[in-house]
């Protein structure tokens, strides 16, 4: 008899890009996680008009995702990739011995509203 399978969590940097020039702070500039393709264009620009441009993206969100066959899909986002991994582990360690939960439901909710 085989065992169920746990479906795999990943986590991705959901993080802002950001384009910076050396010493023209002005010219700084911050994109949203989906908009990569802006930020580099911009980059590109800034590179062509003689500027020494830098794409980088930024590390201050993490996304988790947890799927599970006839289960709905959890999306939940940490402050960094540890905490993200943790809580990967954590609940695959649950799945595994068929605990479910919905954390990202739990995440949506306040002390104050639960007051």
Known sequence: ?????????????????????????????????????????????????GHWAQLTQLETAFQLRVR?????????TFDTPDQAEQARLHIEANLSVSIVRDYASAARWTLRELM
Not at 17 to 45: K, T
Not at 68 to 76: D, H, L, T
């Open 68 to 76: 599970r066959k006839g289960m709905a899909p959890q999306f939940i």
């Open 1 to 49: 008899m085989s065992k169920p399978s746990v479906a795999a969590g990943n986590i991705t940097n959901r993080s802002p890009w950001s384009v910076s020039v050396r010493a023209r702070p002005d010219l700084d500039r911050i994109f949203s996680a989906g908009r990569r393709p802006d930020a580099a264009r911009y980059c590109a620009d800034l590179c062509a008009a």
